[in-house]
Every structure is written in structure tokens, then in C-alpha cells.
């Protein structure tokens, strides 16, 4: 195999949302009223039930020189085209050489959280399936076989969410973007009966839970003076905390055939994880009174949490001591922690390093993807047609180039004061401010 | 080699203070404030400055039978000798094969953080300065050569933090326990140059910093309802936050000999966070401005950064990943994982499994904790009388058996009813309650 037979579906990427992408599709009763966006201090700003979001571009600087990198996007000027029109996205697909994408929620949340705190519960209701029924027709299904939909339910109403999960699962949506830990956002834990009908829903429709890194148990800035690339580093691997709460979660014994993904949450920490899970239930349980039913805590996980990395050699390196059944590649586009256009390069140069089987590469970079999510390319398209050089191939117009200038709204840095937590957090408070005045 | 011919240095294990621990070492200003154990409600609590502690025996449960283990003890008398006794300590270490132990504090936290709150300064630091001398003359040179000894220091005042280092360090300790995050209780972080005194006595004095796990940047409780086994199997990963703080702070540049540990971290997932921190310096750094003169994130973690392990076999399958001369091995005791009187067993089981050489088992099981803490026991008894079988020779008389009926002030549990983290809290604040009546 060589890096133009590489075939990617990445099973986390992100869509910004465009500003009219709820106005057709919510419901009649509420039209007027969903959420749109509008220009405050020169920025581009969501504004829903009179509360406005400060930033709408989180983190998307894919495309712009490194230098121009930031927390910021303030307005869709400063954006790539391709993070928001899913023509382009298709484009910037074809340049990276990745046939398939599941896209998460930005505005809403990755998770949908910020649509469970409105005070009227129909119009938040609508709000979510207008971003459902846009997610699904106007950006999947824009560009047919080329993304994996998922949807996102409310939380308040359990059998509203199973009904909606069975709404879209008719449609042929796979995948529900859930938190990690509800009970961050003053939810039930997963413990707790109040999701059964969501559980239940997603386990009759086959429909794959999916917990993205940051939508509950959050990295913590561990002080505002701390260089911010601390916390960049710790994002992913801080999943780790719910995971161990998902592993002694009761929904597995009930649904055997449930499943989830820990969705940015990198890989080579996972053999760890499981080995301490199985030390923990060997040394405790007798006191604890948890129960596996005579399995391990590492046989639930490897049976029904799948795991994903953009870059993770030392996860590739130990892939005897996962699932590799359970193991997916993701691009994170176009977040600043993404690899595109170059995606297939570093990925190529791992699996290398490493001497991975063809086997083993397939199942990671699409096989695994394919099977959990009932996606299928190949009908459609032809295997051949579904490669890294195929797919770049028709895409050699596109410009790849940084493109300068784009961060223009981003704070001058001076060099020798690294940024901090607080910088970070200072400039999210502000654009929070700007937006709401 | 075999099982017997194995010699353990422990660096990371707990003693309990007994009753007068204080009393003997008080400054003769603040004579009759120490801290002191009153009893209560049927139990032992520590009272200082007309405060109470609700529990003194933290999860010290060793020698208990597993179906009694609990986050209580609440008194001596629900706990083994050896948690508090010195004489029976080293008993039970000659019983479980280890030759060296280093110490972390109870009543005071891991790292002193309990006496850093107090109105009246000058007894605090007294109270601070009898801890270490206790520690130092009472508990460790009860047993010369038996133990690594460590000290504590005031937070408020980073130059009479300094001078407590020198004053300790002339006696031969060689060891600060500190908290991971110190901004967790309210003071500067680790990058602020308010600890810069601190820093330099620890260099210029070999003085090793040692972050136990749950000094700072905690393992969250996912949610009430959580089994506690899923907050027992992130305790130790869930430094990982404070790892990546540390590996970005600023004082590995000014001081290029100091040195730290991350107590009860484990060693399994520090490849990953290693990998994932240079992939953080690669692709942020042109924005962040942070840098490590030209050299990675990982360098930097190799070279100052010590780990250490109870059990951890996907660790020692990947030491190569690691820095074999940093890492090093624990028993825990008296807490409810520690593997007692079974560590050699368990540990050479894993050795045995991934094939350790004779040279990497001797590195982590003593040679790297003597050489990071100037710590040289052969010297003093002979290499050949510090070995497990050695050792336990002396110790035929130590019974090891499970004793019954220590956890008597355990909660009965209820089979059906798993312990959750909620149970837990509820008993730490009846515990504080009672202590505080």
C-alpha cells in the first residue's frame, strides 16, 4: 500500500454553521424566532431568544499561517470558506485526500448544550430540530456520500430526545452528539433513569453515542498565568475522567449492543486506562459493590468505546493493547489542532514508523468508521474512486497555501510573554461582552 | 535474578501520625497549640487552632480484608499498627520485601496544604517546623536508613519556605512535598516568581519537589451517583493537567538540576502526554510564543520529571518510550491500593510478563529513587541484607493475614447498591460534622 491507496473518514471534524442555517427549517409556530445571526463591533454574532454568543468561529484557523492562529474567528471574514460552505468543505476534503466526515455543532455546542437553558422549551425544541433537519439535508446530504450525520436531542425531556433520535434515525442518522457528563450542565448523570428512552432509542436505531472532549467534564486551565499550550495539551486526555464514569455507567448491561465514542480523546493513553479500570475493580470491588457480571471493566470498554486521534504514534504503537476494531482516525478540521491539508503525510508516517499491517490501516482510517456508522461510500462511489490520490486528484485547483491575513482580529503577540489561560479566557469574556452590548 | 533477590525502594508510601506527633517538637512560644488528637463522637480527630479534621486515617486500610475496605478510618484502633507506628512499620515492610520507604503526611495533607490556612502565621510555621522535625527524628531515624525522608513548607512566605528547605536539607532531607497546583488553595501558580526562593533552595540544595496526586488539580467526581471506582481510576491520570503545567513553567530554565516527581501518578500514559505535548509545542508555539530553546516539550519532561507506578504493566511494555532512569516504583501503603504483602509478587509478575532486564528492574525498583534522593542503604547494611528474601526473613513473625473487624465503622453495605462518589462526600462531611461537635 502507498499514501495515494490511503482511503480517510474522519469521524471528527466540525461545521460552522452559515448564517441562515436555521431560517427554512424551523418549525411554522416559531419562524422568526430561531436563532440568526447578526453584526455587533464588526463581528459575526448568534444571537438566540435575545442572548447573543460572542464567538462563532471557535478555534477554526484552519488554512491561515500559524502565526495567525487563535481561540478567536470573531466573524466568517476570518474564517477558510471551507468551514462553513459545504461546498468548499468538499473541496477542502478532496485537497486532504478524505472521502468521508462527520461534522459536529459549533454554534449549539459540539453536544448541543447551549440550546438546553432556554426558558420557553418549544422554541429551544425547535431550535434543535431545525439543526438537525439543516445539518442533515442542507450540509450531509448536500454533497451525498461525503458525510456521516449526527444529530443532537434535548436533555430536559428524555422521550422528546428518544423521539428525536427515532426522527432522524429514519432518515439514516447514525450518530447522537451527547456530553460526556450531563450533570456539568445541571443534568442527570448517566446513572441516573432520567436517559433510559434516549438509550434505548439510540440502542433500537443503532445509533452510536458520541461524547466529544469539551462538552462535559472540561480541561481546567490550571491557572490563569499558565502558558495556554498546557492546556491544549491536556484537552483530549482529560476525557479520561468521564471515560472511567461511561465504563461503570449501567446503560452496557442493559443495551448490550449500545455503543459510544470518546470523540478527540487520542488513543495512546486508553491501554492505561483500561489496565487501571481492571486494578480498580480487582482491588475495590469487594467493597465497592460495582459488578461486571465476571467480566472486566476492560472488556466493557473494548466492547462498546470506540476511540479516535488526529496524531498518536504511541497509540498506533500499541494497538495490541486496544480494540483495533474500536480505533478511528479523525482530521478535526478546522480546528487549529488539525493537520490538513497534509493529513495523509503524517498519518503515512506513523503508520510507517510504526509497521503497521494493510490490515490494520484500513480498519483504522475507514473500515471501523464505516461499520459503526452504516456509512458506505464504496456503493456509491467505487472503492477506487475513494483513495488519497483519487480524491486529490480532482482537486488540484485548490489553494492550500496559508493564506495571510485572515487573523487580522487576533491580539498582536509579543514574544516574549507567552499567552496565558487568562489570555485566553480574558478574550473569550470580552467578545461575550462585546457581543451582548 | 529472582523473586527474592529483588530490592524495593518505595517513593511513595504514608504514615499516620500518632497522638503527641507535635507535642515533642513544638517551638517553646507556641508550646500547648500544637495540633493534638481529641476524641469525639468515638473518634480520633486532630484539633489545631480550635479546628477540627473530621478523619485522620484517610483510607489507610492495609492488612484490612477487602470486603472491609473504606475511605474512614476514623481512629487508631480502626487501623493496622503499621500505619502510625514506626516500629511496626518497618515490620511490615521487612514482611512485604521493601527496604526504603519515603513518607507523605497525613493530618497536615499530602503536601502540608492544611496548615497553610491558619489566621495566626507564626504558629502555623511552628506547627509546619515540628511536622518535619517529627518526621525527620521521630519517624524516620526511628529506623536508621529505613526511610527517604521528606518535609513540608509554608506557602505564605516563599523565603521562609527557602529557609525551611536549607534548615531540613542540612540534616539530610532531600525530598519537598508540594502541591501539584498550589492556586487550588488559593496561592500564586507555579509560574509566578513568588516561589522563585523555593526553587532555588531546592536546587542548590538537590532538593527533589514531589507532587502527590490530589494536593492539587483533583480527580473530579463525575457526578453523585458515580460508582466511586470511576473516581478511584482517574485518581492518579487525573494529574496529568498539572503534568503539562509543570512541563510549561518557567523554572527548569533557571534552575537546569531541579527535579520533580509526580507522586502515585503512574507511567502508562506519560508516552502519550509526552507525544501530545511536542505535537502542542509543534503546532501552537508559533502563536503562543512559548518555547523551550530549541529543544521539546518531552526533553524537558525526561530530564526533570520522575514517575512512579504501584502496578502498570502497559508502563514497563513501554519504558522504552519513557526515561528508565526516571522512573521508579511505589507501595502506597497504607492506602486502599497498595499491594501489601504481596508488592514483590505482583511486581515481578508484570517484570516477569514484559521481560524486564536485570539492569531496567534494578533502575526502577531502587537504583533510580537512590540516586534522585542521595539515598544509600547498601552502604549501611550491605546490598545482600537489603533484599526481599533478606528482608523477609527477618520478618517471619509479622503476621500478614487479613485481620477482621478493623473496619468496624465501615457503613454495612448493600449489594444491590453500589457506593457511589455521593456516599462518599456525605460520609467525609458527617465525619467533619461529628469531629466538629
Redesign the interface.
Known amino acids: 500500500m502507498n499514501l495515494d491507496d490511503l482511503i480517510f473518514v474522519s469521524v471528527d471534524d466540525h461545521a460552522i454553521e452559515p448564517p441562515n442555517a436555521f431560517t427554512p427549517h424551523m418549525a411554522a409556530k416559531y419562524k422568526g424566532r430561531e436563532p440568526r445571526i447578526v453584526e455587533r463591533s464588526g463581528r459575526d454574532v448568534w444571537v438566540f431568544e435575545e442572548t447573543a454568543s460572542g464567538y462563532m468561529g471557535l478555534n477554526s484557523v484552519v488554512g491561515r499561517?500559524?502565526?495567525?492562529?487563535?481561540m478567536e474567528p470573531l466573524g466568517y471574514a476570518h474564517m477558510r470558506r471551507g468551514t462553513w460552505d459545504v461546498g468548499a468543505r468538499v473541496e477542502d476534503m478532496n485537497a486532504n485526500g478524505v472521502l468521508g466526515s462527520m461534522c459536529f455543532p459549533t454554534f449549539p455546542g459540539f453536544a448541543g448544550q447551549r440550546l438546553q437553558h432556554y426558558a420557553d422549551r418549544g422554541v429551544s425544541l425547535a431550535a434543535i430540530r431545525a439543526y438537525n433537519d439543516w445539518h442533515l439535508h442542507d450540509w450531509c446530504n448536500a454533497a451525498m456520500g461525503r458525510f456521516i450525520p449526527l444529530m443532537i436531542v434535548p436533555w430536559w425531556d428524555a422521550q422528546a430526545a428518544a423521539d428525536e433520535v427515532e426522527r432522524m434515525a429514519k432518515q439514516g442518522v447514525r450518530a447522537l452528539s451527547f456530553s460526556d457528563?450531563p450533570?456539568v450542565h445541571g443534568y442527570?448523570?448517566?446513572?441516573?433513569g432520567h436517559w433510559d428512552p434516549v438509550w434505548k432509542a439510540c440502542a433500537d436505531n443503532d445509533v452510536v453515542i458520541c461524547c466529544h472532549i469539551g462538552t462535559g467534564?472540561n480541561?481546567?486551565h490550571?491557572?490563569?498565568?499558565?502558558?495556554?499550550?498546557?492546556?491544549?495539551?491536556?484537552m483530549?486526555?482529560?476525557i479520561?475522567?468521564?471515560a472511567?464514569?461511561w465504563?461503570?455507567a449501567p446503560m452496557w448491561k442493559k443495551y448490550p449492543n449500545l455503543r459510544m465514542v470518546l470523540s478527540e480523546g487520542?488513543i495512546?493513553?486508553i491501554?492505561?486506562?483500561m489496565?487501571?479500570?481492571d486494578?480498580?475493580?480487582r482491588?475495590?470491588?469487594?467493597?465497592?459493590?460495582?459488578?461486571f457480571g465476571g467480566q472486566r471493566?476492560s472488556d466493557v470498554f473494548k466492547k462498546h468505546i470506540m476511540t479516535c486521534f488526529i496524531?498518536?504514534?504511541?497509540?498506533l504503537?500499541?494497538l495490541d493493547?486496544i480494540n483495533v476494531d474500536n480505533v478511528a482516525w479523525e482530521c478535526d478540521y478546522p480546528h487549529?489542532?488539525c493537520t490538513w491539508p497534509k493529513s495523509p503525510e503524517v498519518f503515512w508516517q506513523q503508520a510507517s514508523n510504526q509497521k503497521l499491517s494493510d490490515a490494520a490501516i484500513d480498519k483504522i482510517t475507514h473500515l471501523n468508521a464505516m461499520r459503526n456508522f452504516g456509512y458506505d461510500p464504496f456503493t456509491r462511489f467505487g472503492r477506487e474512486n475513494c483513495t488519497v490520490g483519487a480524491l486529490r486528484e480532482k482537486a488540484k485547483h485548490v489553494k492550500t497555501e496559508p493564506q495571510l491575513g485572515m487573523g487580522g482580529a487576533?491580539p498582536k503577540?509579543?514574544?516574549?510573554?507567552?499567552?496565558?489561560s487568562g489570555d485566553i479566557n480574558r478574550m473569550f469574556a470580552s467578545a461575550d461582552a462585546a457581543a451582548t452590548l
Chains 1, 2 share one sequence.
Open positions: 499561517p500559524k502565526e495567525e492562529y487563535g457528563n450533570t442527570p448523570s448517566i446513572h441516573n467534564g480541561a481546567g490550571a491557572s490563569d498565568e499558565s502558558p495556554i499550550d498546557a492546556w491544549i495539551a491536556t483530549p486526555i482529560s479520561a475522567n468521564s472511567a464514569d465504563i461503570w487520542g495512546g493513553w491501554p492505561y486506562l489496565e487501571r479500570a486494578f480498580t475493580h482491588h475495590h470491588s469487594a467493597w465497592t459493590m460495582s459488578s471493566p496524531e498518536d504514534e504511541f497509540g504503537k500499541n493493547s487549529s489542532d487576533a503577540r509579543d514574544p516574549n510573554k507567552p499567552v496565558t
